[in-house]
T-cell receptor, first 110, second 114 residues
Framework: QKEVEQNSGPLSVPEGAIASLNCTYS??????FFWYRQYSGKSPELIMF????GDKEDGRFTAQLNKASQYVSLLIRDSQPSDSATYLC??????????FGIGTKLQVIP | EPEVTQTPSHQVTQMGQEVILRCVPI?????FYWYRQILGQKVEFLVS????????KSEIFDDQFSVERPDGSNFTLKIRSTKLEDSAMYFC????????????FGPGTRLTVL
């Protein structure tokens, strides 16, 4: 069974701080890694994707991938109250199926 | 910006009834997906669809489920005889390609089985 593990939180950070969200996965054959943001009662919204080891930056977001450690992370710089949501780590192997983690609930405190 | 649309937003049905959930994927996308999310649980893959046939399905996608692309724009999920445990949010998604392309989700249909 291919698993994606996340701490469900909540993770509370003050406004302006860096939020660090982590994810591990079990399938070494995984090729693509995604971070989705999900507001309560809404659908997942893609915010970052990464395919190669290392860092990928997009605005205030940085995704980090370490395939040897089977570890993916998302950093959110200058956290805003509007960033408060559940962040879903998702992993894709060689086919189309995407496996999601339970998500980490982030609370940004003004 | 193009987006995936889904109808209805909320469907209430009696146990044992058939339901059809509808989706319009992004127009230049070639791969289509259905996921479900039971309240408080993970988003779960159900099925992927490409070139008018199922390309991958999960163990959840049993004989009670079927998918169809009846015309050039719609993509449907049918549940033949609904059970209480089918109550969930059902999300349609689409992607340009199947290998590594990112999937974009629709707003979802909340299915309530009574």
């Amino acid at each position: 069974q291919k698993e994606v593990e996340q701490n469900s939180g909540p993770l509370s950070v003050p406004e302006g701080a860096i939020a660090s969200l982590n994810c591990t996965y079990s399938d070494r054959g995984s090729q693509s890694f995604f971070w989705y943001r999900q507001y309560s009662g809404k659908s997942p919204e893609l915010i970052m994707f990464i395919y190669s080891n290392g860092d990928k930056e997009d605005g205030r977001f940085t995704a980090q991938l370490n395939k040897a450690s089977q570890y993916v992370s998302l950093l959110i710089r200058d956290s805003q109250p509007s960033d408060s949501a559940t962040y879903l780590c998702a992993v894709k192997g060689g086919y189309q199926k995407v496996t999601f983690g339970i998500g980490t609930k982030l609370q940004v405190i003004p | 910006e193009p987006e995936v649309t889904q109808t209805p937003s909320h469907q209430v049905t009696q146990m044992g009834q058939e339901v059809i959930l509808r989706c319009v994927p992004i127009s230049n996308h070639l791969y289509f997906y259905w996921y479900r999310q039971i309240l408080g649980q993970k988003v779960e893959f159900l099925v992927s669809f490409y070139n008018n046939e199922i390309s991958e399905k999960s163990e959840i996608f049993d004989d009670q489920f079927s998918v169809e692309r009846p015309d050039g724009s719609n993509f449907t999920l049918k549940i033949r005889s609904t059970k209480l445990e089918d109550s969930a949010m059902y999300f349609c998604a689409s992607s340009v390609g199947g290998s590594i392309n990112e999937q974009f989700f629709g707003p979802g249909t909340r299915l309530t089985v009574l």
